[in-house]
């Protein structure tokens, strides 16, 4: 089984205890990315990180439902 790291802080992922976040994606034209792979791994405190930093930024949120405990 092949091991998955935190593209951001390098801690391995445990899949089977706790949530990942991955995105996994072939970029088409347009940016400055084009035909690149984007294959990104975060943690959940990178992921929470990642989204605390975007939020702000974005006209229409990007988070369509939250359960609060």
């Known amino acids: 089984m092949k091991k998955l790291f935190c593209n951001?802080?390098?801690k391995?992922?445990?899949e089977l205890h706790?949530?990942?976040?991955?995105l996994h994606y072939d970029v088409g034209y347009g940016?400055?990315?084009?035909?690149?792979?984007i294959n990104l791994d975060l943690c959940c405190d990178c992921f929470d990180n990642l989204?605390?930093?975007?939020?702000?930024n974005c006209?229409?949120?990007?988070i369509t439902s939250?359960?609060?405990?």
Do not use: H
């Open 31 to 37: 940016s400055k990315y084009d035909g690149s792979k």
């Open 18 to 22: 706790a949530e990942t976040f991955g």
């Open 59 to 62: 006209k229409l949120s990007p």
């Open 51 to 56: 989204i605390d930093y975007i939020l702000p």
């Open 12 to 14: 391995e992922l445990d």
């Open 8 to 10: 951001m802080c390098e």
């Open 66 to 69: 939250r359960n609060i405990l």
